[in-house]
């Protein structure tokens, strides 16, 4: 479980960013495969997401999850809320305690939110299209209305694909930079080949929003040596699926 230092401090929350380790899981998705949306054995996964909460703590509800489509929908979970089926969205909001909340990745950046002082966190899945259709944006925007203040905001942006790992092609770089001219800085060329800097376009769009406590961790999840999945290495691989690692964060 990797640890982000700013949010480390706050003592009334408790968070992690875990890579593939420490699971149950065999094959492909070996070990701490968190994701019931791939092909893995489901009791496995369901092991694998009792042993994640068992470190954040034993006697919170289950972990939150939602079903991850690549959008700009958060939620919000309040004293009210009714826990059904997951729900389509892409990040979670809650002031509940002892309710752990998570996204998966396999390459996308996590981002983990927390307001010391109105005592609210958020769990973000961005990928390029959640962070270009501005997901960050509408959770910030939701934190706000529900009484947070953005110099009280601390953001955690977890392990993701690198500037060095991620090639793409030419029409990828012309979206960009049709919307923003200035997002020519997050492309570099390497023989030929263009190259995305997504977690630094992730943190661009954090401090366009004015968050300025921002830890980033800097785990480029295609490298093999770190130990996360990656659905790109997979690819690269051949195979049909790939695991998921999960990032949680919780009021104590």
Known sequence: MIISKILFKQKKISHGF??????????????LNCGPGSKDDKKKIKENLRIVRNQICKNSRNIFLLHQV????SIFIDK??????????DAVITDQAKIPI??????????????NKRNMIAAI????????????????????KKGCNKKDIYAAVGPCIGRASYNVKDDFKKKFLKKNKKNKIFFNTRKNEIYFDLPNYVRSL????????????????????????????????????????ISIIMIN
Do not use: E, Q
Request: aromatic share 10%.
């Open 102 to 115: 998570a996204v998966l990745t396999a390459d996308c950046v996590p981002i983990l939110l927390y307001d």
């Open 18 to 31: 875990f890579n593939r380790k420490g699971g149950k899981s065999n094959g492909i998705y070996k070990s």
């Open 206 to 245: 954090l401090k366009l929003d004015k968050i300025t406590k921002i830890d980033m961790k800097n785990i480029d999840t295609f490298n093999k040596r770190n130990n996360f999945f990656s659905a790109r290495r997979a690819l690269k691989l051949k195979h049909d699926d790939y695991g998921r690692n």
């Open 80 to 89: 009210n809320f009714k826990f059904k089926k997951k729900i389509k969205a």
């Open 125 to 144: 899945h961005a990928g390029w299209k959640g962070a270009f259709k501005g997901i960050i944006n509408n959770v910030i925007n939701i934190m706000i």
């Open 70 to 73: 690549h959008s700009k929908r």
